[in-house]
């Protein structure tokens, strides 16, 4: 009985020792960085744009990320970042999709404060057109036109 319960000791800490060594080589993509990202069987792996921050211990292990293609279709969507370790191509904001952590394979690069700034500018108009015509509050429940107190002076 006591073969079995030190064979059961040495088995959870052997899982314990492989899981602290896997979580501590996981990639930590900051905002405005570009990684190259594997999205699936029929996406492929792409470089992507990160969008949102490293998620806190009690969230998801998910980052939004914007995918680079080199389809152009010409419309308000699309984001150019002329980097030299990308295709000719851009980043196509409508495909902005949640990315668990484990699919980050590596970095490739930043994107220039000016380019980083667009796709969030894009973010925010996105959230107030939708507030705007859907009655959809934003993060911090403000209405897009400006946060006012209900009694007015």
């Not at 150019?80 to 370790?85: L, W």
Request: charged share 25%.
């Amino acid at each position: 009985m006591r073969i079995c319960y030190v064979i059961a000791i040495v088995a959870l800490t052997n899982v314990f020792v492989c899981w602290t060594r896997w979580k501590k080589k996981m990639p930590r993509p900051a905002r405005g960085e570009i990684w190259r990202v594997d999205l699936g069987w029929t996406a492929k792996v792409r470089p992507c744009l990160v969008m949102s921050d490293y998620p806190a211990e009690n969230e998801l292990a998910l980052i939004l990320v914007i995918p680079h293609t080199t389809a152009v279709r010409h419309n308000r969507w699309e984001f150019v970042c002329a980097k030299p370790f990308l295709k000719p191509g851009l980043f196509h904001l409508q495909q902005i999709q949640p990315i668990s952590l484990s699919r980050f394979e590596a970095k490739l690069g930043l994107a220039c404060f000016e380019d980083a700034a667009s796709p969030l500018r894009a973010q925010r108009n996105t959230e107030r057109n939708l507030s705007l015509n859907f009655g959809i509050r934003t993060r911090n429940g403000c209405n897009p036109r400006g946060c006012r107190s209900r009694t007015r002076r």
